[in-house]
């Protein structure tokens, strides 16, 4: 009995030690890795060549930082003054003006680079690395839901509904 509690024992120390030793952590990655992931993950779903990724990393790294300086400082919180709430919006339309402004400079010289897909994939309003036109989501049936049709019929057979 003794021995097979020492052994249970033995077995949930090693485990523990041993499963400590492997845990790393998880470091954040420098502004600088970021923009050099994004630029390689572009540059993959791009599709370039050798040539046409060195002509492109530089400029879009260009457009990454820069469009990174766009983003308005606003001020937060749930009682805001008239004043701060106009201060926000004008800080949020100079800076929508800045990212055009970066983005007519960046696509000019990417326009010399890239055909007009690729350029439509760079500029397309997706943050993410979705599809080209915007959408993150592909709509899921006639109503949008989770194969279930939501209430838009409000007592109504849904064959009654038109929609």
């Known amino acids: 009995m003794k021995a097979r509690i020492l052994l ?9 030690f041993a499963t400590a030793q492997e845990k790393k952590k998880f470091e954040k990655p420098t502004p600088e890795q ?6 390689k993950m ?11 990724a060195a002509e492109f990393a530089p400029i879009y790294k260009e457009y990454i930082t820069e469009m990174a300086k766009c983003r308005p400082a606003l001020e937060r919180g749930k009682d805001l003054t008239d004043v701060q709430i106009k201060k926000n919006l004008e800080a949020r339309m100079d ?6 402004d970066v983005e007519k400079k960046c696509y000019g010289k990417l326009s010399k680079i890239l055909t007009a897909r690729q350029l439509q994939v760079v500029f397309s309003n997706d943050k993410g ?4 036109d915007g959408r993150k989501f592909a709509p899921r049936g006639k109503f949008g839901g989770k194969g279930k049709a939501k209430n838009f019929c409000k007592g109504k057979k849904p064959a009654d509904c038109k929609n």
Request: net charge positive; hydrophobic share 55%.
């Open 42 to 52: 572009m540059q993959q779903k791009l599709m370039l060549d050798d040539r046409k």
């Open 34 to 39: 970021r923009v050099e992931f994004r630029v």
């Open 8 to 16: 249970v024992a033995l077995v949930v120390a090693f485990t523990s």
């Open 129 to 132: 690395f979705g599809k080209a």
């Open 95 to 100: 800076a929508r003006q800045k990212a055009l």
